[in-house]
């Protein structure tokens, strides 16, 4: 995201409360697929959505222990990203060469970050506040910052402080493009706000900002 | 432009028994829209835009036409006429995927165990063992035979775990016969198809065909088995990336397990049976 001239590559994919240790879920990073996922010990890892065997979505695949396997065959990827199980073949020892596609991740103040692999900058700050929720747009970015005049652009996303159910809150969100026009919000807010009242300002956001973009 | 060996395939596009009269089943073949119907005289009748007629045959309970000129017979399955034999319809399911990615799914076994878990395979039957792969020069199809697998259950007759052996057929660029080990007759085959429409590259509808040795499963759980392995097989094919079948070597990984698909994907390569398929690596 282009924000004042600064770049940064990292994009929110998430909450860390939301990917648990042994779930996969898919992400998006400038318009690349994505499998996020947590590791039964609880490492994180972010990679193409796509098993280089049959081309599968990882998204649709299954945690066991320390490994991401691929729903279609059971291929199974170490969390350094090689292949070490084929269940077809159960004796053979995995080419090196066979492994899944890994992008940067990182987490920070109960945030997942995405960045191409080897080119992000430093984390986007966020600090002092606390994850709220996600929530997903029929909308772009440019059209919620437009809805939210009182908040500012920085590296990830808007923030600011502003009334927002009925509340003053300092609030954050998180801006991540997907596909087909839609944008996910991960959300944040000031520790003393009141989460419940700041949630359902953001469902009557949502609801206004899609009406504007459909009428 | 759609190649001219595409063009002059034989191509299933409705059952034959479902078959109304004007207008019929409207359709697409290769992008463009078709009817399916029955004329004034009984006739089954295959139109595209301009109203031209196209080459028809009628077999295996499906509606076949051809949108170029036919340069071979439709193939046959000899034991589809077998005395004994159940032949069933099983209706259709549109799947949004290459046709090619749809054959391909179907040659392949070592997907029983994940995608149709306690069912065609389970966990820890999951090893594929060497079987043969060749091109029969006589008919020029895709063969693979003693190809042999663990399955719980391996058909509505079957009970308990068995060892069936496989032998799978690609008799066209856009069908699939494989003959299994028949629970009820130890010694005989059972056969099912899947015969491919192609709509676009990339979206399809599947019409799978059985003709089984089983006088006791009624019709409807015979049906209902075989959509529940397709909608489980849907779940996957929806979900490949590309959509289209990957045809150069590099952009995928097969293993000794994958033979079939391997041959497969030559045969079309060779014959420039291309619609559906992505050819250079992207």
Redesign the interface.
Known sequence: MKTGGRVTNWVANGLSRDVVAGVVVPGRWQGV?LAIWRSATGVLRAWK??C??????LS?GFVRGEGLS?????WTYGTDGRCRS?????D?VPPAA?RAEALDCAEADGVIWVAGAGEAGPLPAVTGLVPLRSLALHALPGQIAAALPGLRLFPGGLRGVVVLGGIQTSLCLLLQELARGQTMIHALCGPQDDPVAVSRGLEDLRRSIEQGVAA | MIPQAVQDCWYPLAMAALTGPYPGRATQLLGQPIRVFRDAAGTIRVQGDAGADLPVILRFGHVWACPGTPQRDLFTIPEADHPGRRLVDCGVVRVKCSPLRAVENFLDI??F???HTDILGA?PH???GRYEVHIREDTDEVWATKVRFHQPQAAMSAEGGIETEYMYRVPAPTAAVLYKTCPARPGDWDVIGIFVQPLTEELCDVWPWMALYDDVTPQAALIQFQQMIFLQDR??LE????RLL?LDPG???????DLTSVAYRRWLKRKGLTYGAQMVAA
């Open positions: 697929d959505d796509r280089p065997h049959r081309g599968m979505r649709h691929c729903i279609y065959h059971g084929i269940p077809a073949h159960p053979l066979i | 070592a997907h165990p994940f995608v966990e999951t090893e594929v779940s996957i979900n490949q990336i590309p990957p952009m995928e990984i097969p293993t000794q397990a």
